[in-house]
Nanobody, 128 residues
Framework: QVQLVESGGGLVQAGDSLRLSCAASGRTFSSYFTGWFRQAPGKEREFVAGINWRGTRTYYADSVKGRFTDSRDNAKNTVYLQMNSLKPEDTAVYYC?????????????????????WGQGTQVTVSS
């Protein structure tokens, strides 16, 4: 079992930055691929970014490429999402997720079905 807790959300203005954290407990989190997703009101949950367990490979949605950076500190069992140049359309609840098995790289990191464990989410609101 992997427990995930997101934090770092808030209300910011367009152009500002935020850093989200996803802290994990339970099984050895350093062996798990981790993904970031977001869900805006009335919309489906969508992929934002993903990172392999070593932190050597990252994946991004086109909408955030060049603005968001996914990283991890395995010594702290924490994954980070640095979000720069935020836009109003980035407003959503942000979730981190992990697949069922360790040392597994999703065939499609953007596929929700690849993930078993989820945090409770953290709200990000970007005003114009």
């Amino acid at each position: 079992q992997v427990q995930l807790v997101e934090s770092g959300g808030g209300l910011v203005q367009a152009g500002d930055s935020l850093r989200l954290s996803c802290a994990a407990s339970g099984r050895t989190f350093s062996s798990y691929f981790t993904g970031w997703f977001r869900q805006a009101p009335g919309k489906e949950r969508e992929f934002v970014a993903g990172i392999n367990w070593r932190g050597t490979r990252t994946y991004y949605a086109d909408s955030v490429k060049g603005r968001f950076t996914d990283s991890r500190d395995n010594a702290k069992n924490t994954v980070y999402l640095q979000m720069n140049s935020l836009k109003p359309e980035d407003t959503a609840v942000y979730y981190c997720g992990a697949p069922r098995n360790s040392h597994y790289v999703p065939t499609r990191p953007s596929n929700l079905r690849e993930y078993t464990y989820w945090g409770q989410g953290t709200q990000v609101t970007v005003s114009s």
